[in-house]
């Protein structure tokens, strides 16, 4: 009987602690593409991602692991899918759309790529 209440104990504080990880994993992901501008450049992919990412800290608040577990997943794909599309509308617009912190980064890029280009090969 001791065993059984030592392993509920133990299952339980690791589903809390994945749950955890997954949820930092998913605010960093969040982090990164509001830092690319995807709050104004993929607003529908950035708000679904925002949307996951309350709903699984509200089920994790909950003791709702599993769902918070899932929740906080489909936040990253969303989170990963505006970074694409914020890269995406960088590429389509050029400069305007990409963040003050990320142009001199951006224009290194562009100037290295134009170097790597063999003008004879066209």
């Not at 990253?76 to 759309?97: P, Q």
Request: aromatic share 8%; charged share 30%.
């Amino acid at each position: 009987m001791r065993l059984l209440v030592v392993l509920a104990l133990l299952g339980s504080g690791c589903a809390s602690a994945r749950s955890g990880y997954v949820l930092i994993n998913a605010q960093r992901a969040l982090d990164k593409a509001k830092v690319a501008g995807a709050e104004q450049k993929a607003t529908y992919e950035y708000t679904l991602a925002l949307a996951y990412y309350d709903k699984a800290r509200e089920e994790n608040g909950g003791n709702e692991y599993g769902h918070s577990d899932v929740l906080a997943q489909s936040a990253i794909d969303w989170a990963a899918r505006a970074l694409e599309a914020t890269s995406d509308a960088e590429r389509e617009f050029g400069d305007e759309f990409v963040p003050e912190e990320r142009r001199e980064e951006v224009k290194e890029q562009k100037e290295n790529s134009l170097e790597q280009i063999d003008l004879d090969e066209l």
